[in-house]
């Protein structure tokens, strides 16, 4: 195929839960990741009104609200509603639920992969857990841009955990790096090879990686599809492949 330079922009890609509503799904709930022991990383929670965060290594849970805190083994429990992770500290029960379903912090609006409960005694909490990175990584096929997309326009998304980001523009290869803040998500600048296609194919791309460029913020739909939203609110829509 002839090769070309072609003139492409430059790009930036850039209150509590009511306890009895979580419990009668707790079918669905599982114990946290990180209570398996098996290496992988802590799980990490927080919540607002009132505010508190928990970090659970192994079995281990260190929990904070307001200015108490304190750390306590905490050990699989079985119940009648499902699985939960209970201890005991200074004769007080606390109780741990997790759930795999986006749950969307109250203040930024970053999703995170679980929902989480805490019982402490007779007070509840109810917040997010999990990395927000966890829910991008991994292989996207882009179903829907800005400005429409052609049935055979092949555009493609990478996320992985070294920040890395590449993937297929429609006719070039990208690559670049992104960034998760409590601000959101942001791009940085990228580089693509320089292949000449089809006109309307090269259209695409164009669009395509100036809405990247455009990226501030993602989330992840009811229907699983990724959605990373501009700062007008245009949005790259992309499915697992």
Known sequence: MHKQAIARPRWHLGGALIVASLLGACAQLTPSPAASGDGEAPLRARGQEPSWSLVLTGEQLQWQAGEQSFSVQMRPAPSASGMRLAGMHEGRIIEVWTK?????????????????????????????GGE???????????????????????????????????????????TSSYTLSGEGLRLAPGAATRMACAPALMDVESRYLRQLAAVQRFDIADDGTLQLIGAQGQRIVARRP
């Open 132 to 174: 927000p990175a966890a829910l991008l990584h991994g292989a996207w096929q882009v179903s829907a841009l800005d400005g429409g997309l052609p049935a055979d326009a092949q555009l493609t998304l990478q996320f992985d955990a070294r920040g890395r980001v590449s993937g297929r523009a429609g006719c070039n290869r990208y």
């Open 100 to 128: 795999a379903r986006t749950c969307r912090d109250s203040m930024s609006g970053m999703p995170h992969p679980y929902e989480v409960l805490v019982r402490l005694d007779e007070r509840r909490y109810a917040g997010c």
